[in-house]
């Protein structure tokens, strides 16, 4: 499908939302519709940089998995019972707490090295497990099937000609979608980058592009797909507002869960010149759909299909896959108080679906949830490393869920925020007086003055 053709499809589905798009308009680069971010807000700066450097120590880290007293999934990664939807199978669980929720974050955050509680092994990987049975599980179990589906029509010489002709291509500045056969030229791994343009109303559910998505695995699977997004969304909602306090009113503010649009755009807004006005109605959160080419276990770094970094998110919430390969950095309490140098990387590891019909989701805190806990939650450095010792592909299909574009998503500190719970003491960004810098300024804009780079 040409760039062109590719155009005029976009168009039509957003004018089908009420949005009138000239085609030539699309793939063209946004001015960036951005609030002021005057002043230079050097700490925020500082905490960008903090974390690229506790990453590149991550890789200096001098225990590896498998040594002497090694951590393992069980002992280091705290595991929570969320629902979203009322069931029998829920009625007779104990749900996590919104307090279970935040000690399981924070408990061993990098504001409490020297805690002792039952995951006490690490001193923040940043990441839990979470439980989901009943309708919950059957929901994100038919989001790991609609990826499963998707690779197996990439794989269908008769059905495949549409995606592998789509490539990656560019809504507006930053925000691309499309499918990516090669990625790197290397045979290790394809990648398809979806976006999700919300609907207008809460029955409906959200346009997935690329299109040749949905017509490669049909309708029955694409809204099976669609619908546990719609899930995994909820359960990010459930632990964002656990973790930091937040009211309902504040997350649904904050959190893009791809519910609804985030503007009403009048038609005559939308223009080559203010193409940017799409870019924030298409979901700032969105899923990838990952598959890893089979090879050789190893732990060395050489082969890591993706090095150690963080996610410029919220959270990014994984169905467990069937083959394991996602590792987490989990900093040690030795010597934590010198360096991320010691530690482990800790491999999540349960039933991708049990025999009682459980299943599980990883769920990764990401730099934005680290900012605004205050410190009290770090980030989830973490790597994926082929271990296809069965000569299996691996395939994953991660729900990376951000903060909005809209430009009411602006934090008010006093009000959107709990940053102290109990008696316990406020963290070391608000100390330091960071979080003053962010206040009264759209949440996704840190990203610019955190990652300039990027």
């Known amino acids: 499908m040409t760039a062109r ?54 890789k200096l880290g001098r225990n590896r998995f498998g040594l002497e007293k090694h951590f393992s999934s069980a002992s280091t990664l705290p595991v929570l019972d969320l629902k979203v939807q009322d069931c029998q199978s829920n009625a007779q669980r104990r749900m996590s707490t919104p307090a279970d929720i935040h000690t399981a974050y924070t408990a061993c955050g990098l504001t409490s090295l020297n805690y002792k509680g039952t995951h006490g092994l690490s001193s923040g990987s940043g990441c839990c497990i979470v439980r989901l049975v009943g309708e919950d599980a059957e ?124 503007e009403e755009v009048s038609s005559d807004e939308m223009d080559s010149a203010n193409i940017d006005n799409l870019t924030d109605n298409v979901s700032n959160s969105y899923q990838r759909l990952i ?3 089979s090879g050789v276990a190893s732990n060395s770094d050489d082969t890591a299909a993706f090095w150690p970094h963080v996610d410029s998110t919220l959270l990014t919430l994984i169905p467990m896959p069937e083959i394991p390969g996602l590792e987490v950095w989990a900093p040690s309490l030795t010597n934590s108080k010198i360096s991320d140098l010691s530690g482990e990387w800790v491999r999540p590891i349960k039933p991708t679906k049990s025999a009682d019909g459980e299943i599980y989701v990883i769920a990764l805190a990401g730099e934005f949830m680290e ?66 810098e962010c206040d009264q300024m759209r949440v996704w804009d840190y990203m610019e003055i955190m990652s300039p780079d990027n």
């Open 139 to 262: 929901s994100v179990s038919g989001l790991v099937d609609f990826a499963d589906d998707f690779f197996a029509g990439v794989d269908n010489e008769s059905a495949n000609r549409a995606i592998n002709n789509v490539g990656v291509f560019r809504i507006s500045n930053n925000v691309h979608a499309g499918f990516d056969k090669n990625v790197n030229g290397d045979d290790k791994m394809q990648v398809c980058y979806t976006k999700l343009i919300p609907p207008k109303s809460e029955a409906e559910l959200p346009i997935l592009l690329p299109l040749e998505v949905g017509e490669l695995v049909g309708e029955s699977s694409l809204s099976d797909g669609c619908n546990g997004m719609k899930t995994l969304f909820s359960v990010s909602a459930q632990l964002t507002r656990a973790v930091l306090g937040m009211t309902k009113e504040a997350t649904d503010k904050l959190l893009d869960d791809s519910s609804l649009r985030n």
């Open 291 to 293: 598959r890893y080419s």
């Open 371 to 436: 900012l605004l806990s205050d410190g009290k939650v770090p980030t989830c450095i973490h790597r994926v490393m082929p271990q296809n010792t069965l000569k299996q592909q691996r395939i994953s299909a991660p729900l990376f869920v951000r903060p909005r574009r809209s430009k009411h998503a602006v934090l008010n500190l006093a009000a959107d925020l709990s940053l102290t719970s109990g008696d316990q003491e406020e963290g070391m960004y608000h100390q330091k007086g960071l979080m003053e």
């Open 5 to 58: 053709v590719r155009c005029v499809c976009i168009a039509m589905v957003v004018s089908c939302l009420g949005i009138v798009v000239p085609a030539s308009s699309l793939g063209t680069t946004g001015g960036g519709n951005r609030l002021s971010t005057s002043g230079a807000r050097p700490l925020l700066r500082e905490f960008g940089d903090s974390i690229a450097v506790r990453v590149r120590d991550s």
